[in-house]
Structures are given as C-alpha cells and as structure tokens.
C-alpha cells in the first residue's frame, strides 16, 4: 500500500480570500483516454475536505484536475461577459513518487491563473 496522497486548494487572488465552493473533479489519464476517480467541492477555506486521491488509492502516472471555476466567478459577481473566458480549467500533471504528498493548487482570478507543486 502506497503512502502518499493528493491534496488542492483554490485561492481567489482577486479578492484575496480562498475560494470555496468550487466543484473539482480528477481524472486518471492514460493516453487519449481520461477516467474520473474523484470529486469534490472547495469549503470555505478553499480546500477539500479530505485528500482528493487518499492514500491507499494513490499510484504514480498522469493526472488531470478539473476546476468548475465558472460558477464560482459567476456566484462572485466576476465573471464577465458570456462566454467566460475562463470556465473549466484543467490541470494535467504527473505523479512520480508513490510515497510522497503531492499538493496541486490553483490561484485564481477572472481572467488569469496559475499553479504550482506545494507542500
């Protein structure tokens, strides 16, 4: 049994605040092919309640993490004209290392985001 696991978080750098509330889904990626394994919705502080790939369920290969930002700008009164400019944005990454925790986060704002490998 592996020991590491998947954790994410969404910060709104518009407002300065976490973003809670955001549906989030994560697919195992193999090829062409994407199969769903998990979702969850931000809390207030921004982040899942639990894990979003626990331990025991984590394994190394390609990823891809879906955040459902376009009704949280819309909630917000961010969101801007129709269409969105950013609606779903994803996140493909790669896990390497069974054993370790992997922290996958995204900042976001209206019409820009990023992302990074935390802690």
């Known amino acids: 049994m592996t020991s590491g696991f998947l954790t994410t978080h969404v910060l709104d750098t518009a407002r300065g605040i976490p973003a809670g509330g955001i549906e989030i889904a994560l697919y195992r ?3 062409n092919s994407h199969r769903k394994i ?3 919705v931000t809390n207030d502080d921004g982040r899942t309640d639990t894990p979003i790939l ?3 369920k984590f394994e190394t290969g390609s990823y891809e993490l879906i955040f459902f ?3 949280y700008l819309r909630r917000t009164g961010q969101a801007g004209d129709e269409p969105l400019f950013l609606d779903q944005i994803p996140i493909r990454f790669g ?3 069974a054993e370790s925790h992997y922290h996958v986060p995204l900042l976001l704002s209206p019409y820009s985001y990023s992302t990074y490998r935390g802690s």
């Open 95 to 97: 896990i390497s290392d």
């Open 38 to 40: 998990a979702t969850a």
């Open 54 to 56: 626990p331990a025991g």
């Open 69 to 71: 930002a376009g009704d």
């Open 29 to 31: 990626v193999s090829g």
